[in-house]
């Protein structure tokens, strides 16, 4: 079965630097989904970023990015300049490459944005 | 693009009656949706996977007779918990997926409070 860890319950940020997410997870396919989701004090879950595995580059949207190692089945997710507005439960999520199979996702990391 | 809707946002009930939750895709169709279920600081919980037209796939542990699924249309899925007591106070998120990149898109969620 697959796994998704995320070790750091929690994080906190100065605004307009710089924060790096980690996420680790455990699969035998060679072919899936990663994604990062952002779930603010709303609890609307929205979805930040998407990388394919067959992929080799990093995907990227504006101030968010993501270091895909997949040897080492690492997917951390890099915020710059930090706004107000990222303070959140961000949680990483891992899907098979077929069907719409469920996500499993990990336990979370809460981001603090300090002003 | 990719909006989900989920209605009501929030319902208080008496221990015994049933409770109604919607959830809509407004901009795509969804081949698929899925029912999470969030405990206060934890991570989603996947109760179940429901196909247009199909019966819903229960997770390990969710009583299928008591949250009762139904995905008649390619845009609406109910999620009915009946005979609704106290422990079943939680929030409720939706999900929706199709199409080419299968990523899963999530409504505002409903929060249930049993008397």
């Known amino acids: 079965a697959q796994t998704v860890t995320q070790s750091q319950p929690e994080m906190s940020v100065q605004e307009a630097e710089t924060v790096t997410l980690s996420c680790t997870y455990d699969?035998?396919?060679?072919?899936?989904?990663l994604f990062w989701y952002k779930q603010p004090p709303s609890r609307q879950m929205i979805l930040v970023i998407r990388?394919?595995?067959?992929?080799?580059q990093n995907a990227t949207e504006n101030r968010f990015s993501v270091n895909f190692q997949k040897a080492a089945k690492s997917f951390s997710l890099k915020i710059s300049d930090s706004q107000l507005g990222d303070a959140a439960m961000y949680f990483c999520?891992?899907?098979?490459?077929?069907?719409?199979?469920?996500?499993?996702f990990g336990t979370g990391t809460r981001l603090t944005i300090i002003p | 693009g990719a909006v989900v809707s989920q209605h009501p946002s929030w319902v208080i009930c008496k221990s015994g009656t049933s409770v109604k939750i919607e959830c809509r895709s407004l901009?795509?169709?969804?081949?698929?949706m899925f029912w999470y279920r969030q405990f206060p600081k934890q991570s989603l919980m996947l109760m179940a996977t429901?196909?247009?037209?199909?019966?819903?796939?229960?997770e390990q542990g969710v009583e299928k007779d008591k949250f009762l699924i139904n995905h008649a249309s390619l845009t609406l899925s109910t999620l009915t918990v009946t005979s609704a007591h106290p422990e079943d106070s939680s929030f409720y998120i939706c999900?929706?997926?199709?199409?080419?990149?299968?990523?899963?898109?999530f409504g505002p969620g409903t929060r249930l409070t049993v008397l």
């Open positions: 999900s929706a997926s199709g199409g080419v990149t299968d990523t899963q898109y």
């Open positions: 699969t035998s396919e060679s072919d899936y989904y």
């Open positions: 990388q394919e595995a067959y992929k080799q």
């Open positions: 999520a891992y899907k098979q490459d077929f069907g719409n199979e469920k996500l499993t």
């Open positions: 901009d795509f169709q969804a081949t698929t």
């Open positions: 429901s196909n247009e037209g199909s019966k819903a796939t229960y």
